[in-house]
């Protein structure tokens, strides 16, 4: 299947910085990412929809301005967290989908804890 | 809007046969999906159903209703590795996905 790849894995981060995750589908051109959160013990919950050469999409209550997407090119989305703080700490995984597959590649996630 | 519902927690026996359910009311469908989520892991994709119906893989099969808004998937001999979260997700269109809670299958030796 299609491979797609998240990094960093991990990171931690003082709270009031930024700090930026990368998603890259390896080996096709996706023009369509998505950013999920979950949180200990709940399931994931959409963040937004990362479109490939416009703005990205956001689900109700998930701000625009402090989760910044960029989706500059086919294989590479990123998700900025901005002035992070411990509320922020959570996994963040993204997902693409190769052409009209329907099934969603993910990448590995990123736990990202603000202290 | 979106309620994906299934079952907290089941436990099982190594060997033994498990059944997940879940029950969706969605405002768009293009397809049900089986995933499974380790602790700390990102989710792995197990089946998919959009027509109705029984799909196997292996030891993996899942079943379909669209009339009733229902999926099921069945785990059989079941092995220690099977300890996992398994997560329900309706394709509402557009490919965005929206996740059940989640059922975290425990399997005892």
């Known amino acids: 299947g299609a491979v797609v790849s998240q990094h960093p894995s991990w990171v931690i981060c003082k709270s009031g910085t930024s700090v930026k995750i990368e998603c890259r589908s390896l080996?096709?051109?996706?023009?369509?990412m998505f950013w999920y959160r979950q949180f200990p013990k709940q399931s994931l919950m959409l963040m937004a929809t990362s479109n490939e050469g416009s703005k990205a999409t956001y689900e109700q209550g998930v701000e625009k301005d402090k989760f910044l997407i960029n989706h500059a090119s086919l294989t590479l989305s990123t998700l900025t967290v901005t002035s992070a703080h411990p509320e922020d700490s959570s996994f963040y995984i993204c997902?693409?989908?190769?052409?009209?597959?329907?099934?969603?590649?993910f990448g590995q996630g990123t736990r990202l804890t603000v202290v | 809007g979106q309620n994906i519902d299934q079952p907290t927690e089941m436990t099982a026996t190594e060997g033994a046969i498990v059944q997940i359910n879940c029950t969706y009311q969605t405002s768009g469908f293009n397809g049900l999906f089986w995933y499974q989520q380790h602790a700390g892991e990102a989710p792995t994709f197990l089946s998919y159903n959009v027509l109705d119906g029984l799909e196997e893989k292996g030891r993996f099969s899942s079943f379909l209703s669209r009339s009733k808004g229902y999926s099921y998937l069945l785990l059989k001999e079941l092995q220690m590795k099977d300890s996992a979260s398994y997560l329900c997700?309706?394709?509402?269109?557009?490919?965005?996905?929206?996740f059940g809670a989640g059922t975290t299958v425990t399997v005892r030796a």
């Open positions: 997700a309706v394709n509402g269109g557009d490919y965005k996905l929206s």
């Open positions: 997902s693409a989908n190769e052409g009209m597959v329907t099934e969603a590649f």
């Open positions: 080996d096709f051109q996706a023009t369509t």
